[in-house]
């Protein structure tokens, strides 16, 4: 089964940055290079956001209007790899962070086959 890994959630400060990964395990052989990662959050009672998508060769990125200017998306195919660097965080970044495979670049959650699990971000001082 296919099974995306998030990791590099924490607690910081606002002001400071963390570094999300996401990673594909649980099938040998699969590679996220053909598929579109889209970075998705969902904070304690509201829906699921989507914040940032980057298209499988990487030459095309967006973001939301509310992390745009502080986050930026990239991808390392050789390394199996998107990351997602989060700088001058907000507290209202809180969020748990999911990365999310699929064949259309998008923010729309339903858009994407393949989940991981989560990674918690808290903003806090």
């Known amino acids: 089964q296919v099974q995306l890994v998030e990791s590099g959630g924490g607690l910081v400060r606002p002001g400071g940055s963390l570094r999300l990964s996401c990673a594909a395990s649980g099938f040998t052989g699969f590679t996220l290079a053909p598929y579109a990662i889209g970075w998705v959050r969902q904070a304690a009672g509201k829906e699921r956001e989507g914040v940032s998508y980057?298209?499988?060769?990487?030459?095309?990125?967006a973001y939301a209007d509310s992390v745009k200017g502080r986050f930026t998306i990239s991808r390392d195919n050789a390394k199996n790899t998107v990351y997602l660097q989060m700088d001058s965080l907000k507290p209202e970044d809180t969020a748990v962070y999911y990365c999310?495979?699929?064949?259309?670049?998008?923010?729309?959650?339903?858009?994407?086959?393949?989940w991981g699990q989560g990674t918690q971000v808290t903003v806090s001082s």
């Open positions: 980057i298209s499988s060769s990487g030459g095309d990125t």
């Open positions: 999310a495979a699929g064949a259309v670049a998008s923010y729309f959650p339903g858009d994407y086959a393949y």
